[in-house]
């Protein structure tokens, strides 16, 4: 085995040199993420640091493996590498002086810099949901403008009022049919959109009439319309489809444009003789106000929409990100726990089998104080290694990544697993008290409660400034698994925040703000609850709740 060999068990690309500059070892992951290496020369060039440096000819300047190997002591950089395929990947750059040799580390930051990019990307959509919401008041600003310069006219009035008040369609269109009926003692009134051609589609309607019913109008009619005038007929039908009536009508059509684009037409029909000298200038106004409402109020329908969905977006990537950081962060941990306990597993069966060897021999020696001081350190020693044993099966129970589909589980057992991990954060400080309840085996994703557990308890820990306590309590009431952790510590200032994901109480580079959103999708997914009581300066309470059976 090389000196250099330890280096293929780490995760990270590692590259030695000597004092000429040469490599003289790569490790896997390096020989796997750098394919294309040649030489250190050439490698060079194709790293450079993130951000550009000072105007400079001396080439140690801009090459972060150069200045690695130039600096006297360690050296540390962030840099970014070009491979053949010109992708860009981020590393952080760790260089470590040994003896005669450089030993340069490359951490993988590329997935971090991504999700800071999907965390802009988040930003911006919310801006633009902003920006819609803004274009929305704005709308609804416009359509409470006045539109009318015959405000002394009723109908214009009530119309311009119904408009101003209303930004839906069906609501403005009936209303004005309403007042239009009124107006001219019409017995039947309705809108009819336009539709490709001379076709026309009944949409709205006063009183009774058949809707959703394509209907069409003579040449003369037509040409009426599309030069946007008034027209008012006597006429024995209402359309050319239409039954005749038992008696001559009038009949007005008032045509709909948003500018030169016909909207609609509203048809008219009165047992009343009709002059429209009087009127029309205010059926004019109706229609020019109608126009801009209805355009006005598809724009809203639409932008309402707009914002709905990119709402419904925003959601479903933050929980896609939380989700991609728990799996990735709970991948990780796996991997290194298998490594950990691997590594801890081999030594220790070494000392076992010493351990074994020499009880036996004591047991063979004559008794003395020397033999009983023996006895004691090897049964000492056999206690310390029982404890090594446990310790490595709790942490493989922990992550157990290879129980990711549903199980019944004890969650007492599993509680008591998590704080045999946490040990190193209460021991010979805090307290921990339990009231355990009778619970039946509960079917869910074992190794996401214990994560939610973990947050919760390792939280409580920190929490508690000096000597303090933790209590837990588990019951099982009405088919619900209920799970309080209570402690004695700090309390939260901002409990309406902390399932925000960002949001930390802990300082800068302690706390992430993750680890409670995590644990709140976690039991979302069990389609439970978890919720917080705090006071400042008493503590703070966690009460989970999650069905006995899970139901998909």
Request: aromatic share 8%.
């Amino acid at each position: 085995m090389g000196k250099f060999d330890l280096f293929n068990k780490f995760n990270s690309a590692v590259i030695v040199l000597n004092n000429n500059s040469d490599a003289v070892f790569r490790n896997y992951v390096f020989k796997r993420i750098f394919p294309d290496f040649d030489n250190v020369k050439k490698f060079s060039h194709k790293l450079n640091y993130n951000v550009c440096a000072l105007v400079s000819n001396d080439v140690i300047v801009h090459s972060p493996i150069a200045q690695a190997i130039a600096s006297k002591e360690d050296f540390s950089a962030h840099v970014t590498y070009q491979n053949a395929n010109n992708e860009y990947f981020y590393y952080d750059l760790n260089a470590v002086k040994k003896g005669n040799y450089t030993i340069i580390f490359f951490t993988d930051v590329t997935a971090k810099i991504n999700l800071d990019g999907l965390i802009t990307k988040t930003q911006n959509y919310q801006k633009k949901i902003n920006l819609l919401e803004n274009e929305n008041k704005s709308m609804a600003k416009i359509k409470l403008q006045a539109q009318s310069q015959a405000m002394k006219l009723l109908l214009l009035n009530n119309i311009s009022n119904i408009i101003r008040e209303s930004i839906d369609k069906s609501v403005i269109l009936k209303s004005a049919l309403k007042e239009l009926a009124q107006m001219f003692g019409a017995f039947r009134a309705y809108y009819a959109a336009s539709l490709d051609g001379d076709k026309f589609l009944i949409q709205e309607t006063f009183e009774k009439c058949e809707t959703k019913k394509e209907i069409s109008f003579d040449k003369e009619i037509i040409s009426i319309i599309r030069k946007g005038k008034v027209s008012c007929y006597t006429c024995i039908k209402e359309y050319k489809e239409a039954k005749p009536f038992k008696e001559t009508v009038q009949r007005i059509i008032l045509p709909i444009y948003h500018f030169n684009n016909l909207l609609g037409i509203i048809v008219l029909s009165t047992k009343q003789k009709i002059k429209l000298d009087d009127t029309l200038e205010v059926l004019d106004g109706v229609s020019s106000q109608l126009g801009n409402a209805i355009i006005q109020a598809d724009l809203y329908k639409k932008n309402a929409q707009m914002v709905k969905d990119l709402t419904k977006t925003l959601e479903e990537l933050k929980d896609t990100q939380l989700k991609l950081i728990n799996s990735e962060k709970m991948a990780s941990l796996g991997q290194l726990v298998a490594g950990v306990a691997h590594e801890i597993n081999t030594p220790v069966a070494s000392i076992k089998s010493n351990n074994e060897i020499v009880k036996k021999l004591i047991s063979l020696m004559p008794d003395s104080e020397t033999t009983d001081l023996l006895k004691e350190v090897n049964d000492i020693d056999t206690e310390a290694i029982s404890r090594i044993n446990r310790l490595v099966v709790s942490l493989r129970k922990f992550v157990r990544l290879d129980e990711a589909e549903l199980q019944e589980a004890d969650i007492n057992k599993e509680i008591d697993l998590t704080l045999d991990l946490i040990r190193h954060e209460t021991k010979n400080r805090i307290e921990i008290i339990k009231h355990y309840g009778k619970l039946p085996p509960v079917k869910c994703y074992p190794n996401m409660l214990n994560q939610v557990f973990m947050n919760i308890l390792v939280n409580a820990a920190h929490a508690i400034k000096g000597e303090g306590k933790i209590s837990i309590d588990t019951n099982y009431k009405n088919d619900k698994l209920i799970v309080k952790i209570k402690d004695n510590g700090c309390g939260i200032r901002e409990p309406d925040k902390i399932f925000f994901a960002g949001y930390t109480t802990k300082g800068s580079g302690v706390g992430t703000g993750l680890g409670l959103a995590i644990s709140q999708k976690i039991i979302e997914k069990h389609k439970g609850k978890i919720e917080v009581k705090t006071k400042l300066n008493k503590g703070s309470e966690f009460c989970i709740t999650i069905p006995g059976k899970y139901e998909t």
